[in-house]
């Protein structure tokens, strides 16, 4: 999944930016409103970190010009604006949800993964696929109670495939979810990676189609 972090302040944004790194997730970074609106217009991120102070553009005008544009990328507000007010304010202009700095960074990933569950996965912790399950909490796939090892990129395509299950996800898809600006990755290691889930996944019965020519899908369970 990929995550725009919009934060002025370079420290804090390097901070959430390798702690969700560590987690697995795709991130890219932005510390002025005017840039912030347009990359939302330009890639397709998965959720965005909110900062209200931003130079250039307020937050909360960023936050009306991309609601306006229909937009519904979940939108996380993290801001020290924290009177009552401001809260309404910020949910009532479309934000997802809303924290007030200063703030634990566990609880800001426990977050993120509710605001993802809610768009992909219906809020569910658990998504059930015939004997297998996907946490999406905790990125992990059972078979059965059989724990199945896996990294985290190759979590990160069996995530968004599962979230996208009977539609074909190409390779540019894939790619511009699970990395970000910083990362210069060609389309031949999506292969590698879907080489490597399937031969994990096929002894126990997962079907991980290849569409020649249109990309992979996960066929929805009959």
Same mark, same amino acid.
């Given at each position: 999944?990929?995550?725009?972090v919009a934060e002025d302040d370079f420290i804090l944004s390097d901070v959430i930016t390798k702690t969700l790194r560590q987690s697995g997730y795709a991130v890219?970074?932005?510390?002025? &409103?005017? !840039? %912030?609106?347009?990359?939302?217009?330009k890639e397709p991120y998965d959720l965005m970190i909110l900062d209200l102070g931003l130079p250039q553009k307020? &937050?909360? !005008? %960023?936050?009306k010009s991309i609601r306006n544009k229909g937009n519904q990328l979940p939108i996380l507000i993290l801001t020290a604006r924290n009177t009552l007010d401001d809260r309404i304010t910020g949910l009532d202009l479309g934000a997802d949800d809303y924290m007030t700095k200063p703030f634990e960074l566990r609880e800001l990933e426990a977050r993120i993964r509710a605001l993802l569950r809610r768009k992909h996965f219906d809020s569910l912790t658990i998504l059930s696929y015939g004997p297998f399950r996907f946490d999406t909490a905790k990125h992990q796939l059972y078979y059965q109670e059989e724990l199945i090892e896996l990294s985290m990129k190759e979590v990160g395509i069996l995530e968004l495939l599962l979230s996208n299950m009977g539609k074909v996800m190409n390779k540019s898809v894939l790619l511009e979810h699970l990395y970000g600006w910083d990362n210069e990755i060609s389309k031949n290691a999506i292969e590698v990676y879907i080489h490597r889930l399937r031969k994990k996944l096929e002894p126990y019965g997962f079907q991980l189609k290849t569409i020649k020519g249109?990309?992979?899908i996960i066929e929805e369970m009959p």
């Open positions: 999944m990929r995550i725009l890219d970074c932005l510390n002025s &409103g005017n !840039d %912030v609106e347009f990359a939302t217009l307020d &937050g909360l !005008d %960023v936050l249109l990309g992979y």
